[in-house]
Nanobody
């Protein structure tokens, strides 16, 4: 029904930047409730940022001021611009879409920040 494909992860030094992309296909009507979670070994998956509406997004406190989520409706793609990266941002980042009672996930992309 919905497929999400992430790209853009990699290895970066502390203070650097990366941009993640998530291309959605299938029954996509808007980018609302589309966003990013992240997970490290032994920890629960946590919300990083999510689009609520065309003008509103929610961010985890730990990334506010450093990460920016945006979307391109024409491409059904959501981006996560990550600046001033810290070693504690190291995680697998998952794209997600909440649609009705369902939550869809991408396969994840690894982000590693070296100190």
């Amino acid at each position: 029904q919905v497929q999400l494909v992430e790209s853009g992860g990699g290895l970066v030094q502390a203070g650097g930047s990366l941009r993640l992309s998530c291309a959605a296909s299938g029954s996509i009507f808007s980018l609302n409730n589309m966003g990013w979670y992240r997970q490290t070994p032994g920890k629960e998956r946590e919300l990083v940022a999510i689009i609520i509406s065309s003008s509103t997004a929610n961010y985890a406190d730990s990334v506010k001021g450093r990460f920016t989520i945006s979307g391109d409706n024409a491409k059904n793609t959501v981006y996560l611009q990550m600046n001033s990266l810290k070693p504690e941002d190291t995680a697998v980042y998952y794209c997600t879409l909440i649609k009705g009672w369902n939550q869809f996930w991408g396969q994840g992309t690894q982000v590693t920040v070296s100190s």
